[in-house]
């Protein structure tokens, strides 16, 4: 499945920004989807998952109660609305699919990666 990421940006802090991912090449549905991001330094981190129907989700403590993870699988679509944005949610921001049952937090669990979309938030 190919994955494209768009909707980062500038954004101050306290603001928000809603990322996009679309799929393509294979039934979506198919597909757990997750978030990860990177910040130049450090390695990449888990931000959030979404079930293949979409009625799960898991978040990264950090991100709770300020993200939310959706999906439209009629628009083989997932989102991460980011609101009250801090610094340190500044990264690259990368879409995920998986196939497997059960994996979620690390990058080894997923098969197909987007491309990144770089998310800056001023102080």
């Known amino acids: 499945v190919q994955l494209q990421a768009s909707g980062g940006g500038l954004a101050q802090a306290g603001g928000s920004l809603r990322l996009s991912c679309a799929a393509s090449g294979r039934t979506f549905s198919n597909y757990a989807m997750g978030w990860f991001r990177q910040a130049p330094g450090k390695e990449r981190e888990f931000v959030a998952w979404?079930?293949?129907?979409?009625?799960?989700?898991n978040y990264e403590d950090s991100v709770k109660g300020r993200f939310t993870i959706s999906r439209d699988n009629a628009k083989n679509t997932v989102y991460l609305q980011m609101n009250s944005l801090k610094p340190e949610d500044m990264a690259n921001y990368y879409c995920?699919?998986?196939?497997?049952?059960?994996?979620?937090?690390?990058?080894?669990?997923?098969?197909?990666w987007g491309q990144g979309t770089q998310v800056t938030v001023s102080s």
């Open positions: 979404i079930s293949r129907g979409g009625g799960s989700t």
């Open positions: 995920a699919a998986t196939s497997m049952w059960g994996g979620r937090y690390y990058s080894k669990d997923y098969n197909y």
